[in-house]
C-alpha cells in the first residue's frame, strides 16, 4: 500500500472511530446513567455502525486490521469486561444496566465471529485458532 493510501486510511478509520464510535459511548454511558436500555441500544448501535464501517474501509483498501488497531480493540474488551464484572460483583447494578451490558458483549462476541467468518471462511476462521500439535510418534519421523 502507498504511504498516501495508507494516511488516506488512517484518517478515515479516525473519522469513522471519532464520529460513530464517540457517539456511540455516548449513548451507552448515558443509557448506564439513566439506567435506559434503549438509550443502551442506540449506542451500542452506533458502535456497531463503526465496526462495519471499519470493515469497509479495510475492504476498499485492501487491508485487514493493524497490529495497533487488534491491540488496541483487545485491550479494550479486556477493560470494559473487567470493569462490567466488577460492577456487577458490587451487586448495586440496575436490571437495565446488567441487560445492556449483556447486550452490548454479545454483539461484541458475534461481531468477532461474523468478521473473522467473512474475512478467512468458516475453515480458515476456526484455524486461525485451532492448532493441531504432533504427537510424540509425529514428532520423530
Given at each position: 500500500m502507498s504511504p498516501y493510501a495508507n494516511v488516506e486510511r488512517g484518517i478515515l478509520v479516525f473519522s469513522i472511530w471519532g464520529v460513530f464510535?464517540?457517539?456511540?459511548?455516548?449513548?451507552?454511558?448515558?443509557?448506564?446513567?439513566?439506567s435506559a436500555y434503549f438509550v443502551s441500544l442506540i449506542g451500542i448501535g452506533l458502535i456497531v455502525v463503526a465496526f462495519v464501517a471499519h470493515i469497509i474501509v479495510n475492504a476498499v483498501f485492501n487491508q485487514g486490521f493493524t497490529n495497533g488497531e487488534t491491540a488496541l480493540g483487545i485491550g479494550a474488551l479486556g477493560v470494559l469486561a473487567l470493569m462490567f464484572v466488577l460492577a456487577w460483583a458490587e451487586?448495586?447494578?440496575?436490571?437495565?444496566?446488567?441487560?445492556?451490558?449483556?447486550?452490548f458483549f454479545g454483539v461484541l462476541v458475534a461481531g468477532?465471529?461474523?468478521?473473522?467468518?467473512?474475512?478467512?471462511?468458516?475453515?480458515?476462521?476456526?484455524?486461525?485458532?485451532?492448532?493441531k500439535t504432533l504427537s510424540v510418534a509425529e514428532s520423530e519421523r
Open positions: 464510535g464517540v457517539l456511540g459511548l455516548g449513548f451507552l454511558l448515558e443509557g448506564f446513567a439513566r451487586g448495586g447494578m440496575p436490571e437495565q444496566n446488567f441487560y445492556a451490558g449483556l447486550t468477532f465471529i461474523a468478521y473473522l467468518v467473512t474475512r478467512y471462511g468458516l475453515r480458515g476462521a476456526f484455524s486461525r485458532f485451532h492448532v
